[in-house]
């Protein structure tokens, strides 16, 4: 299984941004998936998770300006963000559990660098 992240990139304070990310190999089924950022020389923080289901949870950090939503007929997680600022400024890593062969696994994207900066 690997997953494909893409859509980073450099944005203005206030801006909006959306991060996406695709999975793809042998896939039964996907669980939770969600995105994790890592700012430098700080650790790595969940940001967003939304379930099989749709439910979605959110650090408060990004609450009421990010929305996280999954495509389950492509294998797609979705982060849009919005009202970015500079503390925003991340690589952002976007994460699956996917169940196959028998067994759950979680899965790491690559990373896409967001950069929140005038």
């Known amino acids: 299984v690997q997953l494909q992240a893409f859509g980073g990139g450099l944005v203005q304070p206030g801006g909006s941004l959306r991060v996406s990310c695709a999975a793809s190999g042998n896939i039964f089924s996907i669980g939770v998936m969600g995105w994790y950022r890592q700012a430098p020389g700080k650790q790595r923080e969940l940001v967003a998770i939304?379930?099989?289901?749709?439910?979605?949870n959110y650090v408060d950090a990004v609450k009421g300006r990010s929305t996280i939503s999954r495509d389950d007929a492509k294998n797609t997680v979705t982060l849009q963000m919005n009202s970015l600022k500079p503390e925003d400024t991340a690589v952002y890593f976007c994460?699956?559990?996917?169940?196959?062969?028998?067994?759950?696994?979680?899965?790491w994207g690559q990373g896409t660098q967001v950069t929140v900066s005038s």
């Open positions: 994460f699956a559990n996917t169940y196959s062969d028998s067994t759950w696994n979680n899965h």
């Open positions: 939304i379930t099989s289901d749709g439910s979605a």
